[in-house]
């Protein structure tokens, strides 16, 4: 589920736990679209990277987070980036 990746830390707020995709990460080594983010690798570190490398999931998340629910607005930055549509 969606939201799942959210959580609450010690003090009751909500945090996000935006997940970086290892198949992306590979495939997509040589691309960035400069806007770094902080999420948790495969390996199980935190660290930061470039949006391009989060699960469908995470890039959905971190979207919503940033300003609501825009479908039309999803689908296109899913498809830009090479998701597909984000809403299906």
Known sequence: MLWDIIEENKKGERKMELRVDNNRLKNYN???T??????LFPDGKWDTCDIIYLEK?????????????????????????????LTE
């Open 30 to 32: 040589l691309l960035k």
């Open 34 to 39: 400069n806007i770094p983010i902080r999420a």
């Open 57 to 85: 999931e995470s890039l959905l998340t971190w979207l919503r987070s940033r300003g609501g629910k825009n479908e039309y607005a999803e689908n296109l930055v899913g498809l830009l980036l090479g998701y597909g549509n």
